[in-house]
């Protein structure tokens, strides 16, 4: 298996344009959750999903924020407009609910998102 | 709510020196915890994970923790450090049952030859 697959792995952008961010999940695994990661707040849990429906979207930080999942190999955070503090890197990660109720995930490379 | 405490966010040691970094919880039900790795440039690798059963947990690396529940802690440990290890070192709760793992903000660790 390649892993959990992300792309793009930087992405640079302008202040007020859109941002799609791109993750594919480890095959079979049900779950699929975004991070965020900066020096000041660590990595913190944007949203995450469970057979491709959102089940807590509680930590995306407004609604310039959204995430989709259409199917269970594919999943988007979309950043419209972009900010620059919305610099930081994206992680995705995926896990199975056969490995027990909170068994370790599997985190892709990440995408690092600079604002200008 | 959850939360995550590490309280050392930047450690420095030399080659061969023995390792211990603090992790604090708090939350007040059954936990799963974790410790992830971070390589430079590279994302989070599982080092071990506690879930129920022996409190000293053995992962990959010659790495271990001790699950504490009395002081609401899951110390990572490893008698002796390479320069490999250095990286960012983070701690993670997961309550039982369910699905959403806190993080505590990381320890940088450096080691130097």
């Known amino acids: 298996d390649a892993g959990v697959i992300q792309s793009p792995r930087h992405e640079v952008t302008e202040m007020g344009q859109e941002v799609t961010l791109r993750c594919k999940p480890i095959?079979?695994?049900?779950?699929l959750f975004w991070y965020r990661q900066t020096m000041m707040r660590g990595l913190e849990l944007l949203i995450y999903f469970n057979n491709n429906v959102p089940i807590d979207d509680s930590g995306m930080p407004e609604d310039r924020f959204s995430a989709k999942m259409p199917n269970a190999s594919f999943s988007t955070l979309k950043i419209q407009p972009s900010e620059p503090r919305d610099s930081a890197v994206y992680f995705c990660?995926?896990?199975?609910?056969?490995?027990?109720?909170?068994?370790?995930?599997?985190f892709g490379s990440g995408t690092r998102l600079t604002v200008v | 709510a959850q939360s995550v405490s590490q309280h050392n966010h930047h450690v420095i040691l030399s080659e061969a020196a023995s390792l211990e970094l603090g992790c604090n919880y708090s939350y007040g039900g059954t936990v799963n915890l974790f410790w992830y790795v971070q390589y430079p440039g590279q994302h989070l690798q599982l080092l071990l994970k506690y879930f129920s059963g022996d409190p000293l947990v053995k992962g990959i690396k010659g790495f271990e923790a001790e699950f504490i529940k009395s002081k609401f802690s899951f110390n990572l440990r490893k008698p002796s450090v390479q320069w490999s290890d250095t990286a960012e070192y983070f701690c993670a709760l997961g309550p039982g049952g369910y699905q959403k793992v806190t993080f505590g903000i990381g320890t940088k660790l450096q080691v130097i030859p």
């Open positions: 095959s079979g695994h049900d779950y």
């Open positions: 990660a995926s896990r199975s609910s056969t490995g027990g109720p909170s068994g370790g995930y599997t």
